[in-house]
């Protein structure tokens, strides 16, 4: 196999590890990054959250073409995929509907109630 192809078939890979894992549109996720909700969810040190400033660049990432995807955009995409697994295993009991969990989940990209 050459590095190109192995280039290509990660980008690939990353690419649809990254489908599977933001499944809000664009549109929806810059509406929900416009709540309060969204705002008030995840860690930051005062400042914006690391998921609302990463909510920020997804909705930038799903309407770049693939082809324009540079290696510091496929790289925040697989970040991207390790969060949305990480905390799709730490689900809480229970409602989820208002819950912090699915708030700060949303602003990844994935709504776990779709």
Do not use: C
Request: no cysteine.
């Amino acid at each position: 196999m050459t590095a190109a192809k192995s280039s290509g078939e990660d980008r690939d890979e990353t690419r649809k590890a990254f489908g599977e894992a933001v499944n809000m549109t664009a549109a929806e996720l810059e509406k929900w990054l416009g709540t309060e909700e969204s705002r008030s969810a995840g860690q930051s040190d005062g400042g914006e959250s690391v998921g609302h400033a990463s909510g920020r660049r997804i909705v930038k990432l799903l309407r770049t073409r693939k082809d324009d995807l540079t290696e510091d955009d496929l790289a925040h995409m697989r970040k991207v995929v390790g969060y949305v697994h990480r905390h799709l295993a730490q689900r809480p009991a229970g409602d989820v509907t208002g819950s912090a969990w699915r708030h700060s989940l949303m602003n990844w990209g994935h709504d776990p109630l779709k």
